[in-house]
């Protein structure tokens, strides 16, 4: 091969993989920082109340969202998400209990999820996929309880109104959604405790049916994962509900929501694949003449 052509499809393959790009769908962050203390923040639906408040434990200077009231139910929307075959959706957050969550029933779990709210300003027909984290098993300290992951037809309570489908979180086995699935769980050995915990729900769309995983801290093993021949094809709600809050209970603090969708390759990326295989081939062309003048 001529070598001023050879090293010419080495620059060439090496300007395409330095201007190759991937587009990374972040969809929704928030952080709290620019609300003022105390303040409900202002771009949610919540159902009961929530107020912004400073916890160091998630850094210095770190503003995040205290639920100091009852069924406590933050919502906000974003710009709707198609989610095409073989992509993820993923709803991400930091949460902390200001004391260990006691044993009650409606007052040991988290509930979120990510929904379809069709367009309207009904909570009736959202449909969506939530995961549950609760930390006592039937009422019981000590005893563990579940990760759940659970298809849902709605996102409201006929009596209650803007909820997460106002299941108990302490149950053995959780009773079935309103549409009568109830999809995966896994038990739970231990309280978070007060500390600062990272938890991801992950949602794929499959060719037919969609992949779900909820992650806590360990970003590697899911604690609990399935599989849903349900589909659905679009994501513009997210929703986190805090139970019942009292002044017996422990606040939970909510800080760095992050709703993602995973990386759309753009058409340079195709460029950028083309790049490093002509890299490749250049350089075994190069050594290939090295070789062949050595012998």
């Given at each position: 091969m001529n070598p001023m052509k050879?090293?010419?499809?080495?620059?060439?393959?090496?300007?395409?993989?330095?201007?190759?790009?991937?587009?990374?769908?972040?969809l929704f962050t928030e952080t709290f920082d620019t609300y003022p203390l105390g303040a409900l923040p202002g771009s949610y639906t919540t159902e009961s109340s929530w107020e912004v408040y400073d916890d160091p434990s998630f850094g210095a200077g770190s503003q995040v969202a205290r639920g100091v009231g009852s069924q406590n139910n933050l919502m906000t929307s974003f710009t709707p998400k198609a989610l095409a075959v073989g992509l993820t959706i993923s709803l991400q957050f930091?949460?902390?209990?200001?004391g260990v969550p006691?044993?009650?029933p409606q007052g040991n779990f988290i509930r979120f999820g990510l929904y379809d709210s069709h367009g309207t300003a009904s909570y009736a027909d959202d449909t969506g996929f939530h995961a549950d984290i609760t930390h006592f098993d039937n009422s019981a300290p000590g005893t563990g309880g579940f990760y759940q992951l659970r298809q849902e037809s709605n996102s409201v309570d006929l009596f209650a109104g803007l909820l997460l489908d106002n299941q108990p979180g302490v149950l053995t086995a959780p009773p079935p959604d309103s549409d009568g699935s109830t999809l995966f769980i896994q038990p739970?050995?231990?309280?978070?405790?007060?500390?600062?915990?990272t938890a991801r729900l992950e949602i794929r769309r499959e060719v037919?049916?969609?992949?779900?995983a909820l992650y806590v801290d360990d970003f590697t093993t899911p604690k609990v994962s399935g599989f849903t021949g349900t589909t659905l094809t679009s994501f513009d709600t997210l929703l986190l509900e805090k139970p019942a809050?009292?002044?017996?209970?422990?606040?939970?603090h909510i800080d760095n929501l992050v709703v993602d969708a995973s990386p759309v390759p753009e058409p340079e990326?195709?460029?950028?694949?083309?790049?490093?295989?002509?890299?490749?081939?250049a350089l075994w062309r190069r050594r290939g003449s090295k070789l062949a003048g050595l012998s």
């Open positions: 050879n090293s010419r499809i080495v620059r060439l393959a090496a300007g395409l993989l330095a201007g190759n790009t991937i587009a990374h769908a972040s930091d949460y902390r209990y200001t006691i044993a009650i739970k050995s231990v309280s978070d405790g007060t500390t600062v915990h037919v049916g969609m992949t779900l809050e009292t002044a017996t209970l422990p606040a939970l990326a195709y460029a950028g694949a083309f790049a490093a295989g002509a890299l490749g081939y």
